[in-house]
């Protein structure tokens, strides 16, 4: 079966992408990175893409004279890129309403807390604050409104008494590398459908299990 064509929006570091990068590699993961698209000049995520071979395009939005220009050019190298899932991993801007209709169901993005808590920046800080036991991980559809649309898998992680913000990041950072690349693979394998908005995964283990934290003496 042909591989579901990927494109991979980063801003940054771009630790995700490698994840995506190293689960392409295995000759039976259903889906390829045709194309990398940084909106920040000289990124180490550019780099990583360099050294696996991908082709990488810069479309620096701060050279657009608005949203809906540097948004044209953006379109313009994904349809080029023959991509048909648009991965956001690590990408710092927002989408319009415009583009991600275009695109419905066909961007999906990573985001460090259990969705709908916690959208938006400062999340790790914010979740300690809050004085929550656990955080986690979620990747979903992207719809218009920030942070919001279909999750597809989620990853728990507790929050240690001692945690500062960077900590926690680590530690729920090691979950999205386990969660990306397991949610490219079900949807490139067919096997999600939304219906009400949320995501129903064909064939996948109904976990009975339950977290406790702190663990029940
Ligand atoms: C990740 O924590 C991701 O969840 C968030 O931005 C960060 C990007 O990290 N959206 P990286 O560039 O993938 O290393």
Redesign the pocket.
Known sequence: MAKLKLAVL?S??????QSLIDACRAEDFPAEIVHVISNVPGVM?LDRAAQANIPTTVINHTTFADRTAFEIALGEVLTQSGAGLICL??FMRLLSDTFVTIWHDRII????SLLPAFKGLDVHRRAIDAGVRFSG?TVHFVRPDMDCGPIIAQAVVPIHADDDAPAL?ARI?EQ?HVIYPLAVKLIAENRTTIVNECVTVENSSSGKSFLVNPAPD
């Open positions: 980063i940054g570091r771009g630790s995700n992408l995520g991993a690590g993005n990573i985001h460090p991980c990041a950072l999205e």
